[in-house]
């Protein structure tokens, strides 16, 4: 069993950065791929960022193309999302997800492991 804590969330003007934090406890997850997705009030949850068990493959949603990072650090067991040139329709609650193929993937659904989630907030 995988447990999940992510962390950095917060409040920040727009155009500002947060970086997102979750580490992995219970067993190693190395050989995981990891994901961030994110759940704005009144929508559904959506796809942001995925990386694959090797950090050498890397996915984004369109929306955050080139503002958002995703990266991974194993020996911390932790995955990171770097979020610059936030926009107000950034604030959602963003969750970390684990998926133990280790391909990494856009489909929720293929993901084994989730955490509780971490509050973003984007003020105009």
């Known amino acids: 069993q995988v447990q999940l804590l992510e962390s950095g969330g917060g409040l920040v003007q727009a155009g500002g950065s947060l970086r997102l934090a979750c580490a992995a406890s219970?067993?190693?997850?190395?050989?995981?791929?990891w994901g961030w997705f994110r759940q704005a009030p009144g929508k559904e949850r959506e796809f942001a960022a995925a990386?694959?068990?090797?950090?050498?493959?890397?996915y984004y949603a369109d929306s955050v193309k080139g503002r958002f990072t995703i990266s991974r650090d194993n020996a911390k067991n932790t995955v990171y999302l770097q979020m610059n040139g936030l926009k107000p329709e950034d604030t959602a609650i963003y969750y970390c997800?684990?998926?133990?193929?280790?391909?990494?993937?856009?489909?929720?659904?293929?993901?084994?492991?989730w955490g509780q989630g971490t509050q973003v907030t984007v003020s105009s």
């Open positions: 990386i694959d068990w090797s950090g050498h493959n890397l």
């Open positions: 219970g067993r190693t997850a190395s050989s995981y791929a």
């Open positions: 997800a684990a998926e133990n193929l280790g391909l990494g993937t856009r489909q929720s659904i293929r993901y084994n492991y």
